[in-house]
């Protein structure tokens, strides 16, 4: 299918879309969206850099042990490191926020059943995975380091549900499935809308 908006000479169709248009508490949904999108962009980017700046201690937790180290005792090059990697599955939500906008954008302009809402909920869905891979990564690679850096004297004990985050999984499955969902209900709509 093509990129393009899915129109038809059906004026329910387009009715709909009017309305929906015009609805004041769709205009509100949308003005959220956008507010939530825009205003999380710079909160994780402010707070990234205020950790990298100002930040005086690092804390992670294994196996349910909380362990902090202080600045000085690591060192600029470790901290660096291992604020970046304490950040970088951020980076996911950050694409995620801005499919979001995206998303706002498009439901500004009136397109509510299209090919590109579709997508950018499937780059949704992608952004989502890649936090849930990057977030069960980012313990062992910390514990790994740490050990580089002589902060820890060996690999501490992580179980796999230490690792996994398994609750960050199923809720992109779920946008997987109702990135599905929305997919086949535009093949749908478009195949009942050549029929009539």
């Known amino acids: 299918m093509t990129n393009e908006i899915i129109r038809t000479n059906n004026p329910t169709d387009e ?20 507010g939530l999108a825009l205003g999380a962009l710079p909160l994780l980017v402010f707070e990234f850099a205020y ?30 490191v291992l604020q970046t990697l304490q950040w970088v599955s951020k980076l996911a939500w950050l694409v995620a926020f801005l499919q979001i906008e995206a998303v706002a954008r498009l439901l500004s302009a009136g397109e509510y059943f299209s090919q ?33 850096a002589d902060a820890l004297p060996a ?24 990135t599905r969902i929305a997919e086949i209900g535009l093949s749908l709509k478009a195949d009942a809308d050549l029929t009539i």
Do not use: Q
């Open 15 to 34: 009715a709909v879309e009017r309305a929906a248009m015009n609805n004041p508490d769709m205009k509100k949904l949308i003005f959220c969206l956008h």
């Open 116 to 148: 590109r809402v579709v997508a950018r909920f499937r780059r949704l869905s992608h952004a989502l995975l890649g936090f849930a891979v990057l977030e069960t990564l980012e313990h062992p690679a910390i514990a790994v380091y740490l050990v580089f």
């Open 155 to 178: 690999l501490p004990e992580m179980s796999v549900f230490d690792i996994v985050r398994i609750h960050i999984f199923l809720f992109t499955a779920l946008f997987f499935v109702f």
């Open 51 to 80: 950790r990298l700046v100002v930040g005086t201690s690092f804390s992670v937790e294994f196996a349910g042990t909380d362990h902090a180290w202080a600045r000085p005792d690591l060192g600029e090059a470790h901290w660096m």
